[in-house]
C-alpha cells in the first residue's frame, strides 16, 4: 500500500515560483511511473507532468519550458514563471508500469494512476 502527500503549495503573485514535493509512506519503486496532475472548479482533473519507468519526463504544453519534473532525491515539481492559469489543485499519483490501465492509457492520463496523495492548492494572482 502508497500513501502519497503533497506539499509546498501556496500562494503567489504571477511571474513567481513554487516547488511542490511528493512524499510517500510506503514503498515507490524507481520503476513507478509518477504522475502530476491539477484541477480547478468546474474542470476535469488535467496532467501536468509525468516521469515514466524509465525516466523520461512528459509535460504538458500548457507548463513546457515553464515546470520541471524530478525524482532525484525525491519527487519534486518545480514550477516557475507561474501564470493566473495556474491556479488549482495539484495532486501527484503512482502507479506500477506493468498496470493494465498504465499500459493502456499512458502516464498522461489520470486513470492510469491507483495512488493519489490529498493534493495541495496553488494561487496564482
Known amino acids: 500500500h502508497v500513501q502519497l502527500v503533497e506539499s509546498g503549495g501556496g500562494s503567489v503573485q504571477a511571474g513567481g515560483s513554487l516547488r511542490l514535493s511528493c512524499g510517500a509512506v510506503?514503498?515507490?519503486?524507481?520503476?513507478?511511473?509518477i504522475g502530476w496532475f491539477r484541477q480547478s472548479p468546474g474542470k476535469e482533473r488535467e496532467a501536468v507532468a509525468a516521469?515514466?519507468?524509465?525516466g523520461k519526463i512528459t509535460y504538458a504544453d500548457s507548463v513546457l519550458g515553464r515546470f520541471t519534473a524530478s525524482r532525484d532525491n525525491g519527487l519534486y515539481l518545480q514550477m516557475d514563471n507561474l501564470k493566473p492559469e495556474d491556479t488549482a489543485t495539484y495532486y501527484c499519483?503512482?502507479?506500477?508500469?506493468?498496470?493494465?490501465?498504465?499500459?493502456?492509457?499512458?502516464?498522461?492520463?489520470?486513470?492510469?494512476?491507483?495512488?493519489w496523495g490529498q493534493g495541495t492548492q496553488v494561487t496564482v494572482s
Open positions: 499519483a503512482a502507479n506500477w508500469y506493468f498496470a493494465s490501465a498504465m499500459e493502456t492509457l499512458g502516464v498522461m492520463n489520470p486513470n492510469s494512476y491507483k495512488w
Open positions: 510506503g514503498y515507490i519503486a524507481a520503476s513507478m511511473p
Open positions: 516521469i515514466d519507468e524509465d
